[in-house]
């Protein structure tokens, strides 16, 4: 169990018609805010003109970025950057997922660079400042709402990298789970793979010792996803499975399940690189690489602690031994993964080959080897990425 | 399911050899800084020396209050809130358990105040401003470390009243399990019962709807308290098991496990009554009355969440009906307080006769019912009373 240091302020409204409270939060930052959105579904399912009432009802000035991509580029982060300067922007106000939430992070801390802002994610150039950001979270997946990292990709450069600054916590998250009731049954699939991977990529499957609070807690939250995802896909408007998915995307990446565990997380590195060359949904890559990952890294080591997975998240047989635990393990979160949630469950079924493996490997182990609950080398990733064809 | 705002900006220092930051994170707001604690006991086990140690270090100026009682008292806050104000006090450092630090939380705010505190704790006079705190944790029990609530008595009127007020929230706590090494098999006992019964009295038994995803974390808190409670009684020294219990009481009651909950606190209503009378421990208070009380309003619409209790904490026979099931969580939970934590199991074993009952009723119900998971009425509670002797 490892010393640590927790704090989360950002405060969260959640709930039906807490945006009353939108104006009265924005401007205790200033009166000049920069709108930031992804493709405009915000328009055709109405929230925009609920902000905007509540905005302007406040007496604050409104500009806008749109068109922020679900994968943000760090040319977006850029011209979001160039309104703050030029605009003497003082508060961002974020509508959307993860991408536009981490997007509009990015942009708060480039508003006072002046380079490229790929810099500041490359860490070439330091995060001294970064304006507030307030959030209104559209889709239950990252955790961007509640925590303080950001990943942006470079087609440039084939690269998409994750940065984590206390600068980027947000301020205020209105968390309403009817602004989900339209997220499509893709989306909230993929954003369900999403959450699940936060738990045990990150935290639930490491090798050091956890606090046994916390590690109740990780499967309380996988358990919450499994109960409720399937619910959300066949009524979308189901109030509680929004919520109880809502809150636990903040829950599952807020620095809570990290408390006294040694952070690690292969499945989000390599699903990093599948993004970065092939634009595909964060999501879905997850979904289709754990299963594999998990495969490839069981052994006597790994093998108990598969299987209590398996045992206290899906319920399997608990009679079963470590080894046949693991692979039962595996085998019901894939058909969680492909059946239940219905993702596709190779690259090949979503057009990807193994032409860029070899250097999508090398660079997600940067050189070295790909830290985790198992440590991968180059030829170790390449082979987990052959599995999912 | 209830609308809810959520926020709680405490920042945590968790695990041993953490005190190092400790001058730093005091410094931040003064250098005058007043460090209050109990009966002492913290200089005989060596706390005070590295406490003083690192405020010296930090070039602080160090002022002292000692003394502050079990149930803290209000003359206690006055005598506080004199030194704030003729020493300039700008930061006040708590080193203990929820006595000390609550009573630290009202000293804060009755520093700004020129009457009695007590008329802050009765809100005849407003909470406008308060001193920053900050926190040393040396027992887990109450969760004050990283809440808003501060619980203090008046022996002249015999009341002992909560007050919430989100000033109260310490800047900075330090957990340090080892730091309950110390912490008697008694006290231990008694803050493992006041850890659960944040969770089923406030929290866990309420006729509302809750969140699955809270509602499942509320019954991990129990089943860690469960797990780690007779562990610290035969290892005092076992850091997981302190760990896990220190962690505990301050998710217990840190407004987590309120999000989406109507929250009721019957039991904790008329233990104040008992330790405002008698100057009884809390913890044992609440472990003496929580089962009567649970047989008290035992009926067809409580029995299936007792049940559930019962089952998915203790692990009783899921096959038993609602009311066999809720009358078997009562005595699993009955004979964990007073078999396996070894409490006294009534008020008549603790000196304590039913002289007082019909006006500790009245004062407990404030004129009118007592609400919670069922609302009761003076006779109704005064029955309970009577159940415990």
Not at 102 to 118: E, L, M, Q, R
Not at 286 to 310: C, H, N, V
Not at 315 to 321: A, K, R
Not at 373 to 378: A, E, I, Q, R, V
Request: charged share 20%.
């Amino acid at each position: 169990m490892y010393n640590f240091v927790f704090q989360n302020t950002t405060k969260i409204y959640f709930g039906e018609n807490q945006l009353c409270r939108l104006g009265e939060e924005v401007k205790q930052y200033g009166t000049r805010v920069l709108l930031t959105y992804g493709g405009g579904s915000i328009k055709k399912i109405g929230h925009y003109d609920k902000v905007m009432e509540e905005l302007n009802k406040a007496g604050l000035t409104v500009f806008e970025l749109s068109g922020i991509e679900p994968n943000p580029r760090h040319t977006t982060v850029n011209k979001g950057a160039e309104i703050c300067k030029k605009e003497n922007i003082d508060v961002l106000l974020a509508v959307g997922g993860g991408s536009t939430i981490d997007c509009t992070k990015v942009i708060s801390a480039a508003a006072f660079y002046d380079g490229d802002g790929w810099d500041l994610v490359t860490r070439k150039a330091p995060i001294t400042k970064a304006l507030p950001v307030v959030t209104i979270l559209t889709l239950s997946a990252t955790g961007s709402e509640m925590n303080a990292t950001a990943v942006i990709s470079n087609l440039d450069t084939n690269e998409k990298l994750g940065i984590h600054h206390p600068l980027f916590l947000p301020k205020v998250s209105f968390l309403d789970p009817t602004n989900t009731y339209s997220v499509s049954p893709y989306q909230t699939a993929c954003g369900a793979v999403d959450i699940m991977s936060h738990v045990f990529d990150v935290f639930y499957f490491t090798a050091g010792k956890k606090m046994d609070l916390v590690d109740r807690f990780m499967e309380n939250v996988l358990k919450t996803v499994i109960k409720y995802a399937p619910l959300a896909l066949k009524e979308p408007e189901n109030y509680e499975a929004r919520a109880n998915l809502m809150w636990a995307s903040s829950w599952a990446l807020n620095r809570f399940l990290e408390t006294g565990v040694s952070q690690v997380a292969s499945c989000h590195a390599m699903e990093h690189e599948l993004s970065a060359f092939y634009d595909i949904t964060h999501g879905l890559g997850l979904a289709i690489l754990t299963p594999r990952w998990m495969k490839y890294i069981l052994d006597e080591s790994t093998a108990p602690q598969f299987k209590k997975f398996g045992v206290n998240v899906f319920g399997i047989d608990e009679s079963l031994s470590d080894m046949e635990g693991a692979k039962r393990a595996i085998e019901v979160l894939s058909d969680f993964f492909f059946k239940t949630l219905g993702l596709q469950s190779t690259l090949t079924a979503i057009g990807i080959d193994d032409k860029n493996f070899k250097l999508m490997a090398k660079k997600a182990c940067k050189g070295d080897v790909l830290k985790g609950y198992k440590h991968l080398t180059p030829q170790d990733v390449e082979n987990i990425f052959r599995m999912c064809l």
